[in-house]
C-alpha cells in the first residue's frame, strides 16, 4: 500500500500502513442526548488520501458531504455500523461505541492486515492487529476518513429524526445538549429516540 501525502512522519499509524491494507475507524455520536451511536470503518489505498481529509470536526457541513461522497466511492472497502438508543442504554456509551466500531470492522467486504481506531481504548474481541490513537482523527488520515463518513451519516439519521419530532430542533443541533435542546426537553419530555440513562436536563 503507498502512502498516503498527508501520513506526516510522526503518524502512529504510518508503520502500518506500510506493511499493508489498513482501515480507520471512527465514531459520532458519543456526546449527544439522543439518536444513535455510529462508527465507521473505511480503508482507502495512499493515492485516495487527499491533504482535505481531516477530523470531521474541522469541516463545514458541505466539504463533509462532498468527502463523504469521495471517500465512499473510492474507498477499497466502507461499513457503517449504528447502536440506538436503547442498546446504549444498556451497555453505557463507551461500550456502545466500541460495540458499533467492532461491528463496522466486522462489515467490511475486504479484511485489513489492521485496524487503527480513534481513541484510548481498544476495540474488545477484535481478532485483527489493532492500533488505539489518541486524537487519531486529528493524526492519521485514514481514521479521518472514518470519521467524515460517520459523522455525515449520523447527521443524516438526525435529519430524518427531526422529520418525525420537529419540535427537538434536531436538525440544528443533532441531538447534542444545546441550551435549545434542553429547553425542548423541558417543554415536551423525552422522546422515543432521547438516551433516558443521560443526564437531559
Known amino acids: 500500500m503507498a502512502l498516503g501525502p498527508r501520513c506526516p512522519e510522526g503518524c502512529e499509524g504510518r508503520q502500518w500502513c506500510e506493511r499493508g491494507l489498513v482501515a480507520g475507524v471512527d465514531e459520532a455520536g458519543r456526546g449527544p442526548l439522543a439518536g ?35 471517500i465512499t466511492s473510492h474507498a477499497l472497502s466502507w461499513a457503517v455500523a449504528v447502536v440506538g438508543p436503547r442498546e446504549i442504554e444498556r451497555l453505557d456509551i463507551l461500550r456502545a461505541s466500541l460495540e458499533a466500531m467492532s461491528r463496522a470492522v466486522s462489515k467490511l467486504e475486504v479484511v ?28 492519521c ?18 435529519m430524518e ?23 425542548a426537553l423541558r417543554r415536551y419530555g423525552p422522546s422515543p429516540i432521547h438516551r433516558r440513562n443521560f443526564r437531559l436536563l
Open 36 to 70: 444513535p451511536v455510529v462508527a465507521a470503518a473505511v480503508i482507502l489505498e495512499g493515492e485516495h488520501l487527499l491533504p482535505e481529509i481531516k477530523d470531521s470536526k474541522q469541516l463545514r457541513a458541505s466539504e463533509r458531504e462532498a468527502l463523504y461522497k469521495f
Open 112 to 139: 485489513p492486515s489492521a485496524v487503527l481506531v480513534d481513541g484510548p481504548h481498544p476495540i474488545d474481541d477484535l481478532s485483527l492487529p489493532q492500533r488505539p490513537m489518541v486524537k487519531g482523527d486529528a493524526l
Open 141 to 158: 488520515p485514514m481514521i479521518a476518513a472514518a470519521s467524515i463518513v460517520a459523522k455525515v451519516t449520523r447527521d443524516r439519521i438526525m
Open 161 to 183: 429524526y427531526h422529520r418525525i419530532y420537529p419540535q427537538y430542533g434536531f436538525s440544528r443541533h443533532k441531538g447534542y445538549p444545546t441550551r435549545e435542546h434542553r429547553e
